[in-house]
Each structure stands twice: as C-alpha cells, then as structure tokens.
C-alpha cells in the first residue's frame, strides 16, 4: 500500500494567549482523494489548513505540537517555497491573493519566484489559461473581475506552481452562484486530472464531490455522521 501523500499525526495548536483550538488531530490524505473537513465556523478548520501548508507556524505564531507529513517528508524540515510547490492553497476571498494588475502577472509570479526559466513560466501561464478556461482575461485586471473569475485567478495563480495537493478553504463562500458553478468544475477537472483536493466547508451542500468527509468539532477531527 502507497504512503499517504498528506500524514498528519496528532496535531494540536492554540493562538497566543489562548486555549487549544483543536488537538490530536491525525489525518491521512491518499492520492487522488478528495477530502472535505466541515465544521461550524470558528472551529478552526481555516487555521488547521494553515498548519497543513506550513504557513503556521512560520508566518503566524502560536504552540504547534505534532506533525505533519508531506509525501513523507515532515513539513518542519521543508521551506515554504518548497511545500508551496507540493500543496497549494486556494482561500475564501480571491482579494486576499491577487496583488498584480493582469492575470498573466498573478499567474507568472509563483514559478517566476521558484527560479523558473521566463519559457517554463510563459509555458505553465498558457497551460492554466486554457484548463481553467480563462485565455480571454489574460490581460485583465483581476479586481475589475466577477467574484468567481477572480476564484479562478487565485486557483491558477496555485496551480502554475504545480502543486499535487489543492485545499480549498471555503473558496465559493464570497462567489455568487455563476461563479460557484465555475469554481466547482474547475475542481471537478482537477480531480478528473488525479490532484489531491482537501476541501475546507461548512456548507454541507458544497461536498458533492468530496470521496471521505471529516468534522472538526470541539477540537477534535472525526468522521462525519451528517451533523454538525
């Protein structure tokens, strides 16, 4: 049997100052797999997904105890650039990732960062383009955008990293519904494809096509019985 691509293994953490917001979390993602991990909202299943991509405790402080694996290596022993290359996160409000005046510019950033040739990066631009279906708004601004385009700017900004891991941390909470229904074929061609989806929600109608559902509830991960 193949490792599990994402291993965590008995996760714990609490903000400064403050009491444990979950603890003993073990999780274990195989390749391929959708998993979607829903809770009522401030249960920390944002936060959780934070310390799955590394961005705690590097960026935001806290007490993080455990592990997490990524493709068996522990993420403590990985940069960011390194993880960010594997496991990719898309969040609820695309404003909070786009930064340049044209898409090209969003998407051509990651790669051009992980030291990428300019034909690599000009390459990956044009791959993310025509999967997403978004060739057309190459040169637009991306806040001049509809909620869900700007969604899929932020995802492609993701994935021209090429990561194997997306988790997506209620990423049609802020999109109307056009744009949800953009977002969840592009997640649906992403797992058609054999990437690896972790599904953050607390809106149970948004799990169709997640294949396991957890729920965190009072600090602890567990399988879902169908309530909250």
């Known amino acids: 049997m193949s490792l599990p691509v994402l291993d965590v293994k008995e996760l714990s953490f609490a903000y400064p100052a403050k009491a444990l917001l979950f603890e003993h979390v073990n999780l274990q993602v195989c390749a391929g797999e959708a998993v979607a991990i829903v809770g009522r909202s401030g249960c920390g299943k944002s936060t959780l997904s934070l310390c799955l991509a590394g961005i705690i405790p590097r960026l935001i402080g806290g007490q993080l105890q455990g592990e997490v694996r990524l493709f068996g290596t522990p993420t403590k022993e990985m940069t960011l650039a390194s993880i960010s290359s594997r496991l990719g996160v898309v969040f609820q409000n695309p404003d909070t990732q786009l930064f340049f005046s044209t898409v090209e510019d969003e998407l051509a950033f990651g790669p051009e960062n992980l030291g990428c040739a300019p034909q690599e990066v000009k390459h990956r631009i044009a791959e993310v383009l025509e999967s997403l279906g978004i060739e057309h708004l190459r040169h637009s601004h991306p806040h001049q955008l509809s909620g869900g385009q700007k969604q ?73 019985a169908g309530q909250l």
Do not use: C, W, Y
């Open 152 to 224: 899929l700017v932020a995802l492609g900004a993701v994935l021209t990293l090429q990561p194997d891991i997306i988790i997506f941390d209620e990423a049609v909470s802020q999109v109307d519904k056009a744009g949800r229904a953009l977002v969840f074929a592009a997640m649906a061609a992403l797992k058609q494809a054999g990437k690896t989806l972790i599904i953050i929600e607390h809106e149970l109608e948004n799990l169709h096509m997640a294949d396991t559902i957890k729920v965190l509830r009072g600090g602890r991960l567990e399988l879902f």
